[in-house]
Structure formats: structure tokens, C-alpha cells
């Protein structure tokens, strides 16, 4: 049975221990919490989030706040382990006492964290993952930035399938919520399209052979593989491929993967890996004025070029930004919710459109294609999903 609105802002006031004052939210600040990876296979991603939200939160702290609030994150480290994760939200929730998450990472840590943020209202802003599950459960607790793994994997394979002619499709995947969405969407889209899904191999999250796994698929006559490891597997996939001499290969990667740090490896070694996700590449957009600048500001702070990472960071936090000013004073779970769903603008640090409204808290459905060139990602095609 769907948890109605009414249930969700009475369980969250009960929670707050105020019968007038919504969780996280004082006459002076607003509290808001993330679990992050910043210390595992996907830390690439998390800790330039952070530092992008911080940089946008302390900004806007210097310029007064939030209708007077400080604006105050608060993240803990889940090393990508999701009983820390779990953990972690806990403590954010029942001690910290968090208005909403922004920013967490993980599928099967947001779902194990779900269990404790939706008794008690916490809404789920933006999570730093693009599976489907991010957007069912309660509709006034959840918000995604863009569209989901699956529809960018789907979309993404279409393209080659029918561009190039491929007729045998495989995966390689962690047999998490996370790659059983990619490996399902690869399957749907290969049979969809009436070609052949041949083979698939599984993997640890920190695996660093795949000599085997390849030799399997190559046997297997596998032309397009989808991939959904963590950063540095995803590298180690390409590479061991080319040492191989396995060059006709292509391999497609999720919004996961869809990170500066592939494109950047040293010698080619990505060169030619496709990915289909829901923003663009920054490096190829700094004749934009707004990406330009906030490239600067990014580099000034950490002296380094702001990778995907930060990008999801700054557009995310910004977007709650937005949100909380809209809200006004009076700020509550209803008037945040109410907030949210008027969000519609485009975002020039993501490349892409911001849309919600009621019953609607998917954020931009394009589905933007690329493929590394030259090292670095290169926009070949765009799909606007429904």
C-alpha cells in the first residue's frame, strides 16, 4: 500500500521530537547528510561530489544562507560496503537528525539506507546513482537527477546495435542491484532488437583479472559488452581486451563509468569505450561561459580539472539550492516537496535539462551517447527518453 503524504509528515515530526519544528531544520541552519564512497572502488565519484556541494554550500552560507539558515553536510564514509552504509544512515537520521540526503552513493547502500530514512521522512535528494529503485518507495522522498541506468544502457546499445551492425551481445557485471540493472537492460535491448545475448560473466567489486572473463566472452563470439564494475576494473577490462589483441571488440558503460578519470588513462587505453548517461562531459563545453567560470572556481579551490564527480556534485547541490529558496521560511517536508516540483531550467554544468512536477521527480531524461576519443569523451549521439 502506497504511504500516504499525511503519514510520512506526521512520522517526521514525531521523529523530530517537535511538534512545530521539521527534522533538521533550526532557526539557524539545515542540516543535510550523505553516505559516501570515499575510500572504495567508486571514490572517484564521491569525493569531488563533496567537495563541489561544500564549495556551493559555503557560497551560499557567505551570502547569508538560506532565508537566514547556515546550510551544514554532514557525510560519512561507506568505503562502498553497504552495512556501513547502512550504518551510516543511521547516525545521520537518529543522531544527526538530517533534513534530507544529498548526493549518496550506491544502489544497494541507498536501498539498505531507505529502511531507516523513509520511517522517518528523510528525503532522497539526487543519490549518486541512477538505478531504477532510486525512484520508487514514497513519491515525497524521492528525486533523481537523470535518467536511469537502464534506460541509458538500452538506449546506448540500441545505437550501436543498429549503427554497426552488431549480432552478439554480452555483459560483465557486479552481481549487485546496480549491474543486474545493466545486465537486465543489455538483455531487453538485445532482444528487442532481435540480435543475440550470447554470454555474461559476474565479479567482485574489487577484481582485478579479467583474463579469463575476456577469453570466455571472445570464444563466445561477443561483439558489444556492457560493463558495470567500479572505476578501476572498468580501466583494467579495456586494457587486458587490447593486450589480448581483441581490437573489434566494443564495450559500453553505464553513467557509472562515465567518468574523466577513464578517458584520462595514460597510452589510449581507453580509447573507443561508449557510454550511454544522462549528462555531458565537461571538457568538451568550456567555450560555455557557466562551465568556464565554475571550471575556474573549481580549480582555484582544489588545483585540479573538475571531473564528472564534481559535476554531479555542483549540479545536485544547486538544484537543492533552488529547491530550499523556493520552499521560503516556513521550510517543511510538504513545502520542500511542493518545491521541488517547480524545478525546470536548464543546467549548463550538466549539459542538460531539469524538469519536475507532481508525480514527476525524474530530473533531465535525455540520454546523452559518447565514446572516448582522442582521451577524451565525445558526444556522438542523443536520445530523449519518455
Not at 532522497?124 to 518507495?137: D, W
Not at 533531465?364 to 565514446?371: G, N
Request: aromatic share 8%; charged share 20%; glycine share 10%.
Amino acid at each position: 500500500m502506497k504511504t500516504t503524504f499525511a503519514a510520512l509528515a506526521a512520522t517526521a515530526l514525531i521523529a523530530s521530537g517537535a511538534n512545530a519544528q521539521t527534522r533538521g531544520v533550526t532557526d539557524d541552519e539545515i542540516i543535510i547528510g550523505a553516505y559516501q564512497d570515499l575510500s572504495g572502488g567508486f571514490a572517484a565519484f564521491s569525493v569531488p561530489a563533496v567537495e563541489a556541494v561544500n564549495q556551493l554550500f559555503e557560497e551560499v552560507n557567505a551570502a547569508g544562507g538560506i532565508h537566514g539558515r547556515q546550510l551544514r553536510y554532514i557525510v560519512e564514509d561507506h568505503g562502498y560496503q553497504v552495512p556501513r552504509a547502512a550504518q551510516a544512515a543511521n547516525k545521520l537520521v537518529n543522531r544527526d537528525n538530517v533534513f534530507a540526503m544529498l548526493l549518496s552513493l550506491g544502489t544497494p547502500h541507498n536501498l539498505a539506507a531507505f529502511r531507516v530514512m523513509d520511517p522517518n521522512g528523510v528525503p532522497s535528494v539526487f543519490p549518486l546513482t541512477a538505478a531504477r529503485q532510486m525512484i520508487e518507495g514514497p513519491e515525497e522522498l524521492r528525486y533523481t537527477a537523470t535518467a536511469s541506468y537502464y534506460d541509458g544502457v538500452r538506449a546506448a546499445a540500441g545505437f550501436l546495435i543498429e549503427g554497426q551492425g552488431i549480432e552478439t551481445v554480452c555483459s560483465m557485471y557486479i552481481p549487485s542491484d546496480f549491474g543486474e540493472e545493466i545486465h537486465e537492460a543489455t538483455v531487453d535491448e538485445a532482444e528487442a532488437r532481435g540480435v543475440n545475448y550470447a554470454a555474461e560473466t559476474t565479479h567482485r567489486p574489487d577484481e582485478s583479472d579479467f583474463t579469463g572473463a575476456l577469453a570466455r566472452l571472445r570464444e563466445a563470439g561477443c561483439e558489444l559488452i556492457t560493463v558495470a564494475l567500479t572505476i578501476r576494473p572498468t580501466i583494467t577490462v579495456v586494457a587486458t581486451a587490447k593486450q589480448m589483441g581483441w581490437d573489434d571488440a566494443r564495450f559500453l558503460v553505464s553513467s557509472a563509468g562515465f567518468h574523466t578519470a577513464i578517458a584520462k588513462v595514460p597510452g589510449g587505453i581507453t580509447e573507443g569505450l561508449y557510454a550511454g548517461a544522462g549528462w555531458q562531459d565537461l571538457e568538451a563545453r568550456m567555450e560555455t561561459p557557466e562551465v568556464a567560470e565554475w571550471v575556474a572556481t573549481m580549480m582555484d579551490r582544489t588545483g585540479e580539472f573538475p571531473g564528472t564527480g564534481a559535476l554531479l556534485g555542483q549540479s545536485a547541490a544547486h538544484a537543492l539550492v533552488n529547491a530550499l529558496e523556493i520552499a521560503g521560511p516556513d521550510l517543511t517536508l510538504e513545502s520542500f516537496t511542493a518545491a521541488m516540483e517547480t524545478l525546470d531550467y536548464d543546467d549548463p554544468i550538466a549539459g542538460n535539462h531539469m524538469q519536475m512536477g507532481p508525480g514527476d521527480h525524474e530530473g533531465a531524461t535525455e540520454i546523452f551517447i559518447s565514446q572516448i576519443q582522442d582521451g577524451g569523451w565525445v558526444l556522438v549521439d542523443t536520445v530523449e527518453t519518455d
